[in-house]
């Protein structure tokens, strides 16, 4: 038996910078890509639904968390990666250079080291209480990034950047570990 799990980047969002970051809303856009996931959800059949504290990601589950009457289980380390304190001019290039080097950080932020090992320790702990269930699984494009590439070494900093809003990503449990089915992915 397997634990099947669905890695859901969240649906674009509308970033205000008079807001914090872990405060943005989805989009309008943002709102119908959350309605659009349902009937894939519903296909995927999670039985348990986790997210991120922030809206953007809690709100895109809630769509099909309404429809199915499943409860949304808020986790704290599924938020995304502190990268910097408010907003960054050169945001490009700092993510670059942390996807490049794993221990860098800016002062009072999070290294990709420790937002990969925080990511990866969530999922496995949400995993280990589902034992073969199906769950969703809605976080962040950098935390579910450093996920993947705890996975696989390869999926670096362009493969982040080519992962949409919202994106799916299927992984499962075995015997030695994780396995991430690279034939399935999903994006609007």
């Known amino acids: 038996m397997m634990t099947t799990v669905y890695l859901v980047r969240h649906a674009q969002s509308a970033p205000d910078h008079d807001l914090?970051?872990?405060?943005w809303?989805?989009?309008?856009?943002?709102?119908?890509?959350?309605?659009?996931l349902?009937?894939?959800l519903t296909s995927l059949g999670p039985t348990r639904l986790y997210s991120s504290p922030y809206p953007r990601a809690v709100n895109t589950l809630r769509p099909f968390?309404?429809?199915?009457?499943?409860?949304?289980?808020?986790d704290p380390a599924l938020r995304e990666r502190k990268l910097g304190d408010?907003?960054?001019?050169?945001?490009?290039?700092?993510?670059?250079?942390a996807w490049a080097d794993f221990d860098f950080k800016l002062p009072n932020c999070e290294s990709s080291r420790e937002c990969q090992t925080r990511i990866a320790q969530a999922v496995s702990a949400i995993a280990d209480r589902n034992a073969n269930e199906t769950i969703a699984v809605a976080s962040h494009g950098n935390a579910i990034g450093l996920f993947?590439?705890?996975l696989d070494a390869s999926f670096g900093f362009e493969d982040w950047k080519q992962m949409?809003?919202?994106?799916?990503?299927?992984?499962?449990?075995?015997?030695?570990?994780?396995?991430?089915?690279?034939?399935?992915?999903w994006s609007i």
Request: aromatic share 8%.
């Open 20 to 23: 914090p970051e872990a405060d």
């Open 25 to 36: 809303p989805l989009s309008l856009l943002g709102r119908q890509q959350a309605d659009a």
């Open 38 to 40: 349902k009937p894939l």
């Open 65 to 74: 968390a309404s429809q199915s009457g499943l409860k949304i289980e808020l």
């Open 86 to 97: 408010g907003p960054l001019d050169e945001f490009q290039a700092v993510l670059k250079r």
């Open 148 to 150: 993947l590439n705890s």
């Open 164 to 185: 949409g809003n919202p994106d799916l990503y299927r992984i499962s449990t075995t015997e030695n570990g994780w396995a991430w089915d690279r034939d399935f992915q």
